[in-house]
């Protein structure tokens, strides 16, 4: 499968605990992307990647978010002291700069539950 | 900022009958146009998409959708719905002005009975 893979694909954590998500984008993909959907709503943008570096983030990402993406290629989701607020399913996604105006393919998602 | 609106939050459809799901967006500037489809337990699937030209655009599995501008509206149709139709369909905005972030709407769950 050549798509974008995420991993976990279920996390329950206790209030508090940290977690980490990783994303594997589309190979050659430049572009990478963090959204967050809860149930009963659309995606909502968390923060893009150009190569390794952050463009731009969402207020969404407070300060207990971090993303990383340090060569370029997979990238890292990591949600400190998790509150039940955060419990979402968090998906990542790739493009590709130039082509196809940029289409956005996304993963299955990692869904995480804080009780 | 911009938004997304679907008004059809659930929509129940039996076999061959006709679809039109509603999506209205808010924007001053141009815009590319999206619409997803998530089936149960998989991931978001592109299903058509506008940038420019032709303002009736064909996508897969016998989709459409028409973008008026006048309207700021990007409506889904499909002539005759199937069973395997069933899923939740998102529609989503990006600017062309900068950024690269989509922006969608709340979704709009189809169930298609036989």
């Known amino acids: 499968d050549t798509g974008v893979s995420q991993d976990p694909r279920h996390k329950i954590t206790k209030r508090g605990q940290n977690v980490t998500f990783r994303c594997d984008p589309i190979?050659?993909?430049?572009?990478l992307y963090w959204y967050r959907q809860t149930l009963g709503q659309g995606p909502e943008f968390l923060t893009y990647f150009q190569n390794e570096a952050q463009l731009e983030k969402s207020r969404l990402l407070s300060d207990r978010f971090s993303a990383e993406r340090p060569k370029g290629s997979f990238s890292t989701l990591e949600i400190q002291r998790t509150e039940q607020g955060d419990s979402a399913m968090y998906l990542c996604?790739?493009?590709?700069?130039?082509?196809?105006?940029?289409?956005?393919?996304f993963g299955e998602g990692s869904w995480l539950t804080v009780v | 900022a911009q938004s997304v609106s679907q008004h059809n939050h659930h929509v129940i459809l039996s076999e061959a009958a006709s679809l039109e799901l509603g999506c209205n967006y808010s924007y001053g500037g141009t815009v590319n146009l999206f619409w997803y489809v998530q089936y149960p337990g998989q991931h978001l699937q592109l299903l058509l998409k506008?940038?420019?030209?032709?303002?009736l655009v064909k996508g897969i599995k016998g989709f459409e959708a028409e973008f008026i501008k006048s309207k700021f509206s990007f409506n889904l149709r499909k002539p005759s719905v199937q069973w395997s139709d069933t899923a939740e369909y998102f529609c989503?905005?990006?600017?062309?002005?900068?950024?690269?972030?989509?922006?969608f709407g709340t979704g709009t769950q189809l169930k298609v009975e036989l």
């Open positions: 996604a790739s493009s590709l700069k130039g082509t196809s105006g940029n289409t956005i393919y």
């Open positions: 506008y940038f420019s030209g032709d303002p």
């Open positions: 989503a905005v990006k600017s062309t002005g900068g950024g690269n972030k989509l922006t």
């Open positions: 190979s050659e993909h430049n572009r």
